[in-house]
C-alpha cells in the first residue's frame, strides 16, 4: 500500500481527499500548515511514497517546503493550488515538483496523475542495472546519477526523463513517445511539458560538461547522442 502525505490547510478540502485516496487503497497522513508538513516528511520519508503539497500554507508556504525537501530527497511531489499563473507552475517545477495540478479540479485526474507517478516509481525501483553513456552513468539500484564523476541531483521525473533517453541511447523519441514512456497515456496535460523538463535536465547534465548530450532533433524530438551534428 502506497503511503501518501497530504498537504492543505482547508479541512474541507483534506477530509475529501482523504477518504478519496482511502478508497483507492492508499495509506494517508495529513498536515495543516507547512512547518507540520516538513516535520512529518522528516519523520517518516523511509515510509512515504509521494507527496500532495499545496503550496499557500500557513508557517511555511509549498515552496519552501518543496526547495527543503530537494535537499535530501527525490520523493515524487505533486504540487496542488488555486494560483493558475504560469510563472507559479514554472517556479513550482524548477523547485523540483514532478507534477503541478490547479484547482478546482477533477479528482479523477488526481487519481490518474497518482497512478501515473507511483507506476514508474515502482517500474524505476523494480530495475537493478546501471547504465553508462560517454561519461554519464546512472545507476538504477541506488538511483544516483553521475556526470564525469558528479554526482547530479534530479528529481523523480527528471530522473525517468533521463533513464527513458539513456535507454534508447542514439535513437530520437518523439515528444509523444517520451510523454507515454515518462508521463504515461492517461497523462491529460500539454505536450510542452517534455520539453520543459529537457531544459531542466540539459541545465543539471550538460551545462558544467565540456560537451552536450542531450540533443534536439528537427524540433520534433529528443535523443541522448555524444557529440552529434543534430
Known sequence: MAKILLVDDEASVVDFLQQELAFEDYDVITAEDGQQAYDLYLAQKDSLDLIILDWMLPKMDGLEVLRRIRKHDTIPVIMMTARDYVGDKVAGLDGGADDYITKPFDTEELLARIRVILRHQSQANDTQAVYQYADLELDTKARQVHRNQRLV?????????????????????????????????????????????????????????????????????????????V
Open 153 to 229: 541531483q534530479l528529481t523523480q521525473r527528471e530522473y525517468e526523463l533521463l533513464l527513458t533517453l539513456m535507454q534508447h541511447a542514439e535513437s530520437t523519441l518523439s515528444r509523444d513517445e517520451l510523454l507515454d514512456q515518462v508521463w504515461g497515456v492517461d497523462f491529460e496535460g500539454q505536450p510542452n511539458i517534455v520539453d520543459v523538463y529537457v531544459r531542466y535536465l540539459r541545465h543539471k547534465i550538460d551545462t558544467e560538461a565540456s560537451h552536450k548530450l542531450i540533443h534536439t532533433v528537427r524540433g520534433v524530438g529528443y535523443c541522448l547522442r555524444d557529440d552529434a551534428n
